[in-house]
């Protein structure tokens, strides 16, 4: 865990003392991701170098699993802490392998061990060992530099990490892919980390919690999910922006609006069962014909059930979509609007039709977190004086 009490820093310019970081208080469970979100110049930068002492704190306290960290000997506590920073800072005159194996090395780790380590960690960042190991920083794209950069800081394994916006300089692509694969990496390797950013997808995407800064204050500190369903005040909202209510579709899964009830009809049935049963079913304009291991096969609109005659087998028009419980609902909303539809059947691991995802039971799902906060009394405390 990581604790912060009261963490402060004022630095004096000859403008005048600056005020980077005032009374931050708060915890970072083990095992969790704490990303600091805040506009340039709230202290952000300042608040992680305090956690391993490149900045002096001016008061306050750095607990690590519980431990002070004002009396510890500066050189023990960073091995123990990696540290992306934001200008990548890899040292020019080493190569790949060089700068990656740097702290294993001072670690004592013999030679075999620390050269595999580097391999594996290359794999990690998507980058070909051959390739890269035995060049020199300059020889790489700024992106490159900066998953090596996020490769250094894991090399020895430090149970806690520092990073200061990781993968900002990798372009979007690169950077899904990156965040994808240190997402999975943290689910094995539960690191407890501090994690700065800029941007607010990627807040919510990697963080089990937020905190928003403004200058130098500590403004919210919640789940991404809570911060998009209530922030706190007028400046948290508008830093969100104002489609927070989308941002949300990342962060639920459709196993968590799914609705097991979904009519279904066989190959070998008629058109005027089809239509019975969409009639039954209420409000949807065509039913999902199904295989003997009931996976989805084709659909039957209400208007073909309703003019013709015959088997459905001969009369079904292709699945625009299936959706399974593990995609997000942004996916699912991108899907609808793709295809003009207004529900999309969802399938298990064996892709067997186990029910279905209406716009209705999205826009009911999101709205309550939403509606609930619009019922509780605002707190008047809460609007931010400007
Ligand atoms: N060494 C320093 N001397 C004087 N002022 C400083 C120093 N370092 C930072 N500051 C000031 O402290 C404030 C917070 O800076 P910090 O680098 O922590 O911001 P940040 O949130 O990381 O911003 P960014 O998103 O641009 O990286 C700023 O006003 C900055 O100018
Ligand atoms: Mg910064």
């Known amino acids: ?70 009396g510890m000997n500066t050189q023990d506590l960073r091995r123990n802490i990696g540290y992306v920073i934001q200008q990548i800072g890899l040292f020019p005159n080493m190569t790949i392998e060089e700068n990656i194996t740097l702290v294993p090395q001072l670690l004592g780790w013999d030679k075999a061990r620390y050269r595999e380590r580097a391999r594996e960690l290359m794999a990690m960042i998507s980058m070909e060992p051959n390739a890269f190991l035995k060049r020199f920083p300059s020889e790489l794209s700024g992106g490159q530099q900066q998953r090596i950069g996020v490769a250094r800081a894991l090399a020895a394994d430090p149970p806690v990490m520092l990073m200061d916006e990781p993968f900002g300089a990798i372009d979007p692509i690169n950077r899904a892919v990156i965040q994808d694969e240190f997402l999975k990496m943290q689910q094995e390797l539960k690191k407890t980390i501090m994690f700065v950013s800029h941007d607010i997808d990627e807040a919510i995407k990697m963080g089990d919690r937020v905190a928003i800064f403004r200058e130098g204050k500590l403004v919210q ?81 209400r208007t073909k059930a309703r003019t013709t005659k015959g088997y459905c087998r001969d009369h079904f028009e292709n699945v625009p979509a299936t959706v399974t419980l593990k995609d997000n609902l942004r996916k699912v909303a991108s899907l609808m609007f793709s295809q003009d539809a207004t529900w999309l059947p969802c399938v298990d691991d064996q892709g067997r039709v186990c029910g279905q995802i209406t716009q209705r039971a999205m826009t009911h799902h999101l709205g309550s977190r939403f509606r609930a906060r619009e019922a509780a009394p605002r707190n008047p405390d809460s609007a931010i004086k400007e």
Do not use: W
């Not at 952000?44 to 306290?61: A, E, F």
């Not at 639920?252 to 190959?267: F, L, R, Y």
């Open 1 to 70: 865990m990581i604790e912060l009490d009261n963490l402060t820093k004022v630095f004096d310019t000859p403008k005048g003392a600056v005020v980077a970081a005032d009374h931050i208080s708060m915890k970072v469970p083990n095992g969790e991701i704490c990303i600091l979100l805040g506009p340039s110049g709230c202290g952000k930068t300042t608040t992680l170098k305090m956690i391993n002492r490149i900045v002096k704190p001016t008061s306050g306290k750095v607990f690590i699993n519980g431990e002070d960290t004002t």
């Open 221 to 301: 500190h919640s789940s991404p999910d809570d911060l998009l369903a209530a922030p706190k005040n007028a400046f948290v909202e508008s830093f969100l922006g104002e489609d927070r209510a989308l941002k949300r579709l990342n962060l639920v899964k459709v196993q968590e609006v799914v609705s097991d009830k979904i009519a279904t009809v066989k190959p070998g049935d008629t058109l005027e069962t089809a239509l019975a049963r969409i009639e039954d079913y209420g409000y949807q304009n065509a039913i999902l014909m199904v295989n003997d291991q009931r996976q989805p096969v084709g659909l039957i609109t």
